[in-house]
């Protein structure tokens, strides 16, 4: 049974920095592709980052160049380093696992964390 655990998320004042982690187990995890989305509240889930098997990595263009996603497969580990970080970054950010054909699409991810709360003040 796959399962992902997110942790790193807090308060933090504009301008600052925050790096999530996204622990998984129960899967080859260095044969899988792996992404971030975000929840905002009243807001649809959007893709944030995501990187392949072989450490191709794509963003969303909203946090191109301030938010950087890597992976380390000896610790099965995903991260989310978080810079620059915005009021309008505040969401629930999850992991999950890639499935599907579409990088972008929340769809074509599965075996999802629980999230962790990222809350940026002004």
């Known amino acids: 049974q796959v399962q992902l655990v997110e942790s790193g998320g807090g308060l933090v004042q504009a301008g600052g920095s925050l790096r999530l982690s996204c622990a998984a187990s129960g899967l080859t995890f260095s044969g899988y592709g792996m992404g971030w989305f975000r929840q905002a509240p009243g807001k649809e889930r959007e893709f944030v980052a995501a990187?392949?098997?072989?450490?191709?990595?794509y963003y969303a263009d909203s946090v191109k160049g301030r938010f950087t996603i890597s992976r380390d497969n000896a610790k099965n580990t995903v991260y989310l380093q978080m810079n620059s970080l915005k009021p309008g970054d505040t969401a629930v950010y999850s992991c999950a696992v890639k499935q599907g054909t579409y990088i972008e699409r929340w769809a074509d991810y599965g075996s999802w964390g629980q999230g962790t709360q990222v809350t940026v003040s002004s």
């Open positions: 990187i392949s098997w072989n450490v191709i990595t």
